[in-house]
């Protein structure tokens, strides 16, 4: 059975740094990917970044290139984002699908199967 909790999260000024983890278990295989999303209220869960996990290929939404690192080791999959803005407050969670043959993953959030519980972000200004 596939599961993901997730922990980090939390409160910090404009500018700051948060890292958010993502504990995955239950696959017996690599070939899938995971990704990290956000949503606030009244709007649409977007993607952030995604990774798969055979290789560790990584992709990012435009907004956030530069800023925030999605990575891997393990079990564990992590998104550091820094230069956090104001308008980046949202609940973040990660996500992954059954089975990829190869990268890159899709930024569809449709097409994750298992999600994790949602952490909480929040910027001030």
């Known amino acids: 059975q596939v599961r993901l909790v997730q922990s980090g999260g939390g409160s910090v000024q404009a500018g700051g740094s948060l890292r958010l983890s993502c504990a995955v278990s239950?696959?017996?295989?690599?070939?899938?990917?995971v990704g990290w999303f956000r949503q606030t209220p009244g709007k649409e869960r977007e993607p952030v970044a995604t990774?798969?996990?055979?290789?560790?290929s990584a992709d990012y939404a435009d907004s956030v290139k530069g800023r925030f690192t999605i990575s891997q080791d393990a079990a564990l999959l992590y998104l550091q984002m820094d230069s956090l803005e104001p308008e980046e407050t949202a609940m973040y969670y990660c996500?992954?699908?059954?089975?990829?043959?190869?990268?890159?993953?899709?930024?569809?959030?449709?097409?994750?199967?298992?999600w994790g519980q949602g952490t909480q972000v929040t910027v001030s200004s």
């Open positions: 239950g696959y017996s295989h690599t070939q899938y990917c």
């Open positions: 990774i798969y996990r055979a290789d560790g």
């Open positions: 996500a992954s699908d059954f089975w990829q043959l190869r990268p890159p993953c899709a930024a569809r959030h449709g097409v994750y199967h298992y």
